[in-house]
């Protein structure tokens, strides 16, 4: 009886011992590593079938060996990389005049009532916009210019930071000010050494959230505006009826931004979440 | 080179002076203090008019049940919030806002999570425009001072909930207040770590003769602290007696003299309680 007992819970890893250590092994680091290489192999593989099915026509799916060749030449010929220096380089300027723009306003909103009733209300409204849709009215401000794109940009990421901050400043439990101001610290001390480090991991999250509302506004301002530049890498391509160009920028495109996601935002977050020790 | 010689030799003493000497206790005067607020109901009475008196040096409690305005009267000396009516003296001088000469600490440490141990202890230090070396310096001793050297790098989520008011205390101490306004600062600890706390506080006061105004809920803490007890109680928020404490130091809970003088404390703000539960339900 005792011995029927004690062997019914080894009885289901004994019957498939196989699976099991798959199973075990595919929840290890490398393991996690392997299944996802594995996932993609997959879907190239089944990528290649459907082309080779001769179903659609290779200028409207091109083969993953048409792409790849693609990406060489591109790089070969040295007009992918101006591009890519071309769109990141707007990228950072938007991104920067957001970034000290929407500090500035988000700090003000979020320390003064008034500010938060009034041009609050305003940024909230305007985040609800896509904005793609500053495009024309940039165009007939700045012509059709990198300004105008660079004004697109900024007015993509400039909102999300803004309420990323105030969301912070407001969150912030107010026991910090007290303890700060009966240490000795006022006036601009009082926002640079508290209320900004206080609020530094909300502020996080609006700066990624800003971030990656940038990165789409480029993009889409670059379809429109003829210049150097990815999104234009991307139109050209459609007007040569090479979908293999296509496919390969838009591949370059998510490549960029999973690099710059984990390389700049990934670590600032886990280190900052580390710091406070917020788990999770 | 002689010349050389005797000034460093007076820069040494010096130094040496300031290390050893910190600022002892000022008298604290508190006059005709009250605090209204305007509630749902009408104008709430926080804390009726107090007038308290106290020494340089002194230990005093502040005694009651939550909503009696005591933690009201203590900010207000903090100068974090300001009275209704009347006015608060620090060493003779009426108090205008906040001061580094007296340094509030509270129940949940209001320690700085993106700032490590040092950094927090240095953070007065710092916005006073102490530099690097003497703030590194200053923030050690006092780091020692509550027993946590070793712990300078460690972040706060990293330490245990008396860790952090230790932390609390060196970075008040840091300042070199006058007087140090606790608020409840050990409520949230367990016994074991408030009896240790209360024994390095007690050290602390008797080496520095800083005054000290203490806030508790608890009656065994403040006659095992006090030099003297201030009973409040609630609804109206009022000073409704006080108690001398004289006995010896340090104090151990199991003496009969303590536990005495705690049940008769205890008995007067029962009372005190009561009575005001009643005159809140006739009203």
Same mark, same amino acid.
């Given at each position: &009886?005792?011995?029927?007992?004690?062997?019914?819970?080894?009885?289901?890893?004994?019957?498939?011992?196989?699976?099991?250590?798959?199973?075990?092994?595919?929840?290890?680091?490398?393991?996690?590593?392997?299944?996802?290489?594995?996932?993609?192999?997959?879907?190239?593989?089944?990528?290649?079938?459907?082309?080779?099915?001769?179903?659609?026509?290779?200028?409207?799916?091109?083969?993953?060996?048409? +792409?790849?060749?693609?990406?060489?030449?591109?790089?070969?010929?040295?007009?992918?990389?101006?591009?890519?220096?071309?769109? $990141?380089?707007?990228?950072?300027?938007?991104?920067?005049?957001?970034?000290?723009?929407?500090?500035?306003?988000?700090?003000?909103?979020?320390?003064?009532?008034?500010?938060?009733?009034?041009?609050?209300?305003?940024?909230?409204?305007?985040?609800?916009?896509?904005?793609?849709?500053?495009?024309?009215?940039? +165009? =007939?401000?700045?012509?059709?210019?990198?300004? *105008?794109?660079?004004?697109?940009?900024? &007015?993509?990421? $400039?909102?999300?930071?803004?309420?990323? +901050?105030?969301?912070?400043?407001?969150?912030?439990?107010?026991?910090?000010?007290?303890?700060?101001?009966?240490?000795?610290?006022?006036?601009?001390?009082?926002?640079?050494?508290?209320?900004?480090?206080?609020?530094?991991?909300?502020?996080?999250?609006? =700066?990624?959230?800003?971030?990656?509302?940038?990165?789409?506004?480029?993009?889409?301002?670059?379809?429109?505006?003829?210049?150097?530049?990815?999104?234009?890498?991307?139109?050209?391509?459609?007007? $040569?009826?090479?979908?293999?160009?296509?496919?390969?920028?838009?591949? =370059?495109?998510?490549?960029?931004?999973?690099?710059?996601?984990? =390389?700049?935002?990934?670590?600032?977050?886990?280190?900052?979440? *580390?710091?406070?020790?917020?788990?999770? | 080179?002689?010349?050389?010689?005797?000034?460093?030799?007076?820069?040494?003493?010096?130094?040496?002076?300031?290390?050893?000497?910190?600022?002892?206790?000022?008298?604290?005067?508190?006059?005709?203090?009250?605090?209204?607020?305007?509630?749902?109901?009408?104008?709430?009475?926080?804390?009726?008019?107090?007038?308290?008196?106290?020494?340089?040096?002194?230990?005093?409690?502040?005694?009651?049940?939550?909503?009696?305005?005591?933690?009201?009267?203590?900010?207000?000396?903090?100068?974090?919030?300001?009275?209704?009516?009347?006015?608060?003296?620090?060493?003779?001088?009426?108090?205008?806002?906040?001061?580094?000469?007296?340094?509030?600490?509270?129940?949940?440490?209001?320690?700085f999570p993106w700032l490590d141990v040092r950094q927090n202890v240095e953070f007065g230090l710092r916005q006073a425009g102490v530099h690097g070396k003497k703030r590194a310096e200053i923030a050690q001793r006092f780091i020692d001072m509550v027993h946590l050297r070793g712990f300078e790098r460690s972040y706060v989520h990293q330490l245990s909930g008396g860790m952090r008011q230790r932390v609390a205390i060196a970075r008040a101490l840091a300042l070199d207040p006058a007087v140090l306004l606790m608020d409840e600062p050990f409520g949230a600890l367990d016994a074991f770590t408030r009896d240790r706390l @209360?024994?390095?506080?007690?050290?602390?006061?008797?080496?520095?003769?800083?005054?000290?105004?203490?806030?508790? @809920?608890?009656?065994?803490?403040?006659?095992?602290?006090?030099?003297?007890?201030?009973?409040?109680?609630?609804?109206?928020?009022?000073?409704?007696?006080?108690?001398?404490?004289?006995?010896?130091?340090?104090?151990?809970?199991?003496?009969? @003299?303590?536990?005495?003088?705690?049940?008769?404390?205890?008995?007067?703000?029962?009372?005190?309680?009561?009575?005001?539960?009643?005159?809140?339900?006739?009203?």
């Amino acid at each position: &009886m005792a011995e029927a007992i004690k062997e019914i819970p080894e009885a289901p890893a004994s019957a498939t011992p196989v699976f099991e250590r798959v199973r075990r092994w595919s929840k290890t680091a490398w393991g996690k590593w392997i299944v996802r290489v594995l996932f993609y192999m997959l879907l190239i593989v089944v990528w290649q079938l459907v082309f080779n099915s001769g179903l659609w026509q290779d200028f409207i799916l091109p083969s993953p060996l048409e +792409v790849t060749n693609s990406m060489v030449t591109g790089f070969q010929g040295n007009f992918y990389l101006q591009s890519i220096l071309a769109s $990141l380089q707007r990228l950072a300027i938007g991104y920067a005049i957001s970034l000290v723009l929407g500090l500035i306003l988000g700090l003000l909103i979020g320390r003064f009532n008034l500010l938060k009733e009034t041009v609050g209300s305003l940024v909230l409204g305007l985040q609800g916009l896509p904005s793609i849709c500053w495009l024309p009215l940039a +165009v =007939l401000w700045f012509g059709l210019n990198d300004q *105008a794109i660079i004004f697109v940009v900024v &007015m993509g990421a $400039l909102f999300s930071i803004t309420l990323g +901050v105030d969301a912070g400043v407001r969150n912030m439990p107010p026991v910090y000010l007290k303890a700060a101001r009966n240490l000795g610290t006022h006036g601009f001390a009082l926002y640079r050494d508290v209320i900004f480090p206080a609020a530094f991991p909300t502020i996080v999250s609006g =700066l990624k959230q800003g971030w990656s509302f940038a990165w789409r506004s480029l993009m889409a301002g670059e379809l429109l505006y003829n210049t150097v530049s990815l999104g234009n890498l991307l139109e050209t391509g459609r007007d $040569l009826l090479d979908s293999a160009q296509v496919v390969s920028v838009m591949l =370059l495109i998510i490549v960029i931004g999973v690099v710059i996601d984990s =390389l700049i935002f990934g670590p600032l977050e886990r280190a900052t979440r *580390a710091r406070w020790g917020l788990t999770g | 080179m002689f010349l050389a010689s005797i000034l460093s030799g007076v820069t040494r003493v010096e130094q040496v002076e300031q290390r050893e000497s910190l600022k002892a206790g000022i008298p604290l005067k508190i006059a005709g203090i009250s605090k209204t607020f305007s509630g749902r109901a009408g104008l709430v009475d926080a804390l009726k008019p107090v007038d308290v008196e106290i020494k340089a040096g002194e230990f005093v409690c502040l005694l009651g049940p939550s909503g009696c305005g005591k933690s009201t009267l203590l900010s207000i000396v903090a100068g974090l919030e300001t009275p209704s009516s009347g006015s608060v003296f620090a060493n003779g001088e009426k108090i205008q806002g906040t001061g580094t000469d007296r340094v509030l600490l509270f129940q949940e440490a209001a320690l700085f999570p993106w700032l490590d141990v040092r950094q927090n202890v240095e953070f007065g230090l710092r916005q006073a425009g102490v530099h690097g070396k003497k703030r590194a310096e200053i923030a050690q001793r006092f780091i020692d001072m509550v027993h946590l050297r070793g712990f300078e790098r460690s972040y706060v989520h990293q330490l245990s909930g008396g860790m952090r008011q230790r932390v609390a205390i060196a970075r008040a101490l840091a300042l070199d207040p006058a007087v140090l306004l606790m608020d409840e600062p050990f409520g949230a600890l367990d016994a074991f770590t408030r009896d240790r706390l @209360h024994a390095e506080l007690e050290t602390i006061w008797e080496e520095t003769g800083k005054t000290i105004v203490f806030v508790t @809920h608890n009656v065994r803490e403040a006659v095992a602290l006090g030099d003297r007890v201030l009973v409040f109680a609630p609804r109206p928020g009022r000073v409704v007696s006080e108690f001398r404490i004289d006995l010896p130091r340090p104090r151990s809970l199991e003496d009969h @003299h303590v536990a005495d003088k705690t049940a008769e404390i205890m008995a007067v703000l029962r009372v005190a309680i009561d009575e005001g539960e009643k005159e809140e339900s006739n009203g």
